[in-house]
């Protein structure tokens, strides 16, 4: 259940990063109490995670998530590259989630 906790914080720590750029710098309102609430929610499913999970372990497969979903929708939402050394670099953080996950 942990593992599952943490994918959801991953989730949420995606919503709030993707969140950030619509907020302009929060000067826009409900991006921003939208953006703030997922921040929220995701330190929070992280805390609950960590009860049972390494705090490393957690931590580094949280940043994953985000950093690899961040990365996908910065693509679909707003045409960043999506060239071969950015999509080499997203499956080494891939496969670093896997290896911790492994690990633990």
């Known amino acids: ?15 709030w990063a993707i969140g950030l750029k619509y907020t302009e710098g929060f000067t826009r309102l409900w991006p921003s109490v939208g953006t ?7 330190v929070g499913l992280l805390g609950i995670a960590m ?20 990365v996908i929708l910065g693509i679909v939402l707003f045409n960043e590259p999506a ?3 950015r999509m080499a670099s997203v ?5 670093g989630i896997i ?3 492994l690990a633990t």
């Open 1 to 15: 259940m942990a593992w599952m906790i943490l994918l959801l914080a991953g989730l949420f720590e995606v919503a």
């Open 36 to 42: 703030i609430a997922a921040m929220i929610v995701s």
């Open 51 to 70: 009860r049972n999970l390494p705090v490393g372990t957690a931590y580094a497969v949280w940043v994953g998530v985000g950093a690899v979903g961040t």
């Open 83 to 85: 060239n071969a050394a």
């Open 91 to 95: 499956g080494l953080i891939i496969a």
């Open 99 to 101: 290896g911790l996950k």
